[in-house]
């Protein structure tokens, strides 16, 4: 095991990675910003050590400055968290060649599936479901025209070499499909550096499901269950859970080909370490949408329902151990929610930074407060919003809603200019048609609006 790692990240999850890993008697060495200075994860871990200016370019994304940090502080390991560099193959590759391990997955996985019209193609191989598309990228509108009359409308226009529902743009028709191509070609040129688009058909009303995988060096590949990721605000999970509603609605058949097709698609990639396979249920059906070469925000569901630590397992993995559980050992039971606590106006989903004054958390049965800030703290137009994850577990879904809405509730954040989407997660908890479990990707648009 690595006597020292470098956590290459900030906030909650940077915090997170150095609770999880003290246990295990690792040092840890957090890196920060000058907007981030005496921040809680730099607090958390063992050594803190300054890499920039506040502008992610200059700090969080600036590889050259975290491998100095490492070499400096003896770090033998960097884990990169999520978000910033966490699925970049080049900082993976710079990190190998520093002599150092990344605790992720191989560079060559990674970018297997950061394109993603290649991904489809591979996973199709393995007998992996994919939306119907085309195979490869379309290099001009009369292209896109034929694939769309090929596929049907509505079509989603998507970068091949970007995810996270990011630089996406939607055609109803054809006369929509010129200025759909041309919106999604150039967020994707400013997103990800590449204006290369693909074409899927548009599932209008989908649940979005994921699978959490672990795999080994050695071929070994398991699956930690499901999590319901459907509530969303431009593309972007809100609300998590696990297990799925369609778990408690009996739905185990459509469940085990969801779990068999991710472990299939992992294999088709490679794949070692933590990772997520994604995809669109539509009705029975579902579909491979993309994976996800990291850690999740989301991971705590998933923890909380099998008891399994999944930044203590990346560790061991990086470190060469074998998986040395069986998929038949891996257990789930009662069912836990998670809510991302953002720093944003909770109608129009815009970042609202402010100066944090009052900062009381819930304390309850079944409460996990994964947080990177604190009272007194500033936040920041700098990074993401997300101020902390509340996540709330029970021995059933109606349970754990009830202890989530009481720890809602009972959080008390408050600040000069500073709004949270707090009144946004009582709607959502609220809602009849959340309790009833009838979710989509389009919830928020038809529910708990205020």
């Given at each position: ?12 999850i940077?915090k ?12 840890t ?11 809680p ?24 400055a ?15 968290g999520?978000g ?12 190998a ?6 605790i ?10 950061k ?9 199709s ?14 290099s001009?509108?009369?292209?896109a025209?034929?694939a ?9 226009i998507k ?6 529902g990011?630089?996406?743009a ?8 010129e ?17 290369a ?16 995988i672990l ?10 269950f ?11 999970k ?34 070692s ?9 539509d ?14 925000v ?17 560790l061991?993995?990086?470190?060469g151990?074998?998986l040395?559980?069986r ?38 049965e079944?409460?996990?407060?994964d ?6 703290q ?12 509340l ?15 009481a ?17 946004l ?7 009849p ?18």
């Open positions: 095991m690595f006597k020292t790692i470098l956590i290459a990240n900030r906030g909650e940077a997170r990675i150095a609770d999880a890993v003290r246990p295990m008697g690792v040092r060495v957090a890196v920060y910003s000058d907007a981030d200075a005496g921040a994860h730099t607090r958390a871990a063992d050594v803190a050590v300054r890499i920039g200016g506040p502008a992610p370019r200059d700090s969080y994304l600036d590889m050259d975290i491998l100095e940090a490492a070499k400096v502080t003896g770090a033998e390991a960097i884990h990169p999520y910033f560099l966490s699925e970049n193959p080049v900082f993976a590759r710079k990190v060649e520093a002599g150092l391990t990344f992720g997955p191989p560079p060559e996985s990674m970018e297997r599936m394109n993603k019209a290649e991904a489809r193609r591979l996973v191989a393995f007998d992996v479901p994919v939306v119907p598309g085309t195979e490869d990228v379309v001009s509108v009369e292209e025209k034929e769309a009359a090929r596929i049907g409308y509505p079509v989603l970068p091949a070499g970007g995810g996270g990011i630089g996406m939607a055609a109803h028709d054809e006369a929509g499909l200025k759909a191509l041309r919106q999604a070609s150039d967020r994707a040129r400013s997103a990800f550096g590449r204006d688009v693909y074409l899927e058909r548009l599932l209008e009303t989908p649940r979005h499901i994921e699978v959490q795999g080994d060096a050695f071929g070994n590949t398991l699956q930690l499901e999590r319901e990721c459907s509530i969303q605000r431009r593309h972007q809100v609300v998590e859970e696990a297990p799925s509603p369609l778990f408690w609605e009996g739905k185990t058949e459509l469940l085990e080909r969801i779990y068999s097709a991710a472990v299939r698609a992992a294999k088709a990639f490679g794949y370490n933590a990772g997520t396979v994604e995809f669109l249920v009705g029975d059906e579902f579909y491979f949408m993309e994976m996800n070469a990291r850690l999740q989301e991971h705590p569901v998933t923890e909380l329902t099998t008891g399994i630590d999944l930044i203590r397992w990346q061991r993995i990086a470190a151990e074998r040395d559980l998929q038949e050992e891996v257990r789930r039971s009662g069912a836990a929610i998670e809510l991302r606590i953002y720093a944003e106006d909770p109608v129009r989903f815009l970042p609202a930074p402010g100066t944090i004054t009052t900062w009381e958390l819930p304390e309850a079944g409460v996990r407060l947080a990177g800030y604190e009272a007194g500033q936040v920041t137009p700098y990074y993401d919003p997300l101020l902390a994850k996540i709330v577990a029970g021995a059933s879904r109606d349970e754990a809603i009830e202890r989530t809405l720890a809602v509730r009972s959080f008390r954040i408050e600040g000069e200019k500073l709004k949270t989407n707090l009144a997660h009582e709607r959502i908890l609220t809602d048609a959340f309790r009833a479990g009838d979710l989509d990707t389009h919830f928020l648009e038809k529910h708990a609006r205020p």
